[in-house]
């Protein structure tokens, strides 16, 4: 069942990853199958060290942030189509609330390793 989901999630990555080619925002989706498929190799590979699970994900937020901010100072064209500000504004907000989702579970998890 994970191989299955690894498998799709993986063919969803390279799909979106074509995609952003044409559309910055499109590397924000990309990044987010990127942390769903590298989460699912941790899985199925059954690593133990949770210090490295917990950690992974933030230069690749890092890198959502930065497309966001790419887009918001340099991309100004996009703010002004309102299907394209609806998606960016739409970005930010799950961004946000991933980031903050995030640390309060890594938080969490993080205090029972030590």
Same mark, same amino acid.
């Given at each position: 069942?994970?191989?299955?989901?690894?498998?799709?999630?993986? @063919?969803?990555? @390279?799909?979106?990853?074509?995609?952003?080619?044409?559309?910055?925002?499109?590397?924000?989706?990309?990044?987010?199958?990127? @942390?769903?498929?590298?989460?699912?190799?941790?899985?199925?590979?059954?690593?133990?060290?949770? =210090?490295?699970?917990? @950690?992974?994900?933030?230069?690749?937020?890092?890198?959502?942030?930065?497309?966001?901010?790419?887009?918001?100072?340099?991309?100004?064209?996009?703010?002004?189509?309102?299907?394209?500000?609806?998606?960016?504004?739409?970005?930010?907000?799950?961004?946000?609330?991933?980031?903050?989702?995030?640390?309060?579970?890594?938080?969490?998890?993080?205090? =029972?390793?030590?």
């Amino acid at each position: 069942m994970r191989k299955d989901m690894l498998i799709t999630s993986t @063919i969803a990555l @390279i799909i979106s990853l074509f995609y952003s080619f044409g559309d910055i925002l499109y590397l924000f989706v990309s990044l987010m199958i990127l @942390i769903i498929v590298l989460r699912l190799i941790f899985l199925i590979k059954n690593y133990n060290h949770k =210090k490295i699970y917990y @950690i992974f994900p933030f230069p690749i937020m890092v890198l959502q942030g930065l497309v966001l901010t790419y887009t918001f100072l340099f991309r100004s064209e996009y703010l002004k189509d309102p299907l394209y500000s609806f998606i960016f504004y739409s970005f930010l907000m799950l961004f946000i609330g991933y980031v903050i989702f995030y640390t309060f579970y890594i938080k969490k998890e993080y205090s =029972k390793i030590l």
